[in-house]
């Protein structure tokens, strides 16, 4: 199969999407929280696949692990130019406000908060504590196919899991604490909707109603 793919044997190439492209998918989409995102990071990583496909080697029986070392270079290539971006319209007047619908995306991937909440932590983790949790935990890569896929030895992909896991309970935990403590504030706070007065007052607008 790596010899036919090394080849351009495009039958290969389409066995090799059909079998991956879901899992990168699913890596992407809970990286970004964004659907569509998800498929572009899917496209382009089998772009740069087919482009790269000379520089597969023959290392354990699946392309997997190059497939995701490839997803990664495109996820991080894609977080830079949107940071740049990001700066860039910062430095723009601002017209209108445009409604942000991450948090809708992250609904429809599951529990709303808690993976807001992590995702929040993933993001205030080191990059390469990042990258070795989502593609442990979250794509359930071996040891030795997340050094596969990033390059480097097993025993700095055991070490980094075992902190990024550590960093990142303690920072979702934080987050999420906040986040709930802020819905709290905000329920109680003047206008929310909650009746002021108590009993009496409800009873007087009763009486002067019945007038």
Known sequence: MHARIRA????????????????????AVRITADWALAEDVVSLTFL????LRGKLRDEGDSPLPWLMGIATNVLRNRARAARRHQRAMVRLPVKETVPDFADELIRRI???????AAQAGLARLRQSERDIFTLCVWSGLSYQEAAQALGIPVGTVRSRLARARARLRK????ELKKRQADRRKSELAPGSGQVQGGRS???RSSEERNR
Do not use: C, K, N, V
């Open 110 to 116: 599951g529990d709303a908060e808690q993976l807001s």
């Open 201 to 203: 007052e409800g009873t």
């Open 171 to 174: 920072l979702a935990e934080e």
């Open 8 to 27: 351009g044997d495009p039958d290969a190439f389409r066995d090799m999407f059909q079998s991956h492209a879901q899992l990168i998918y699913r890596h």
């Open 48 to 51: 740069e696949a087919w482009r």
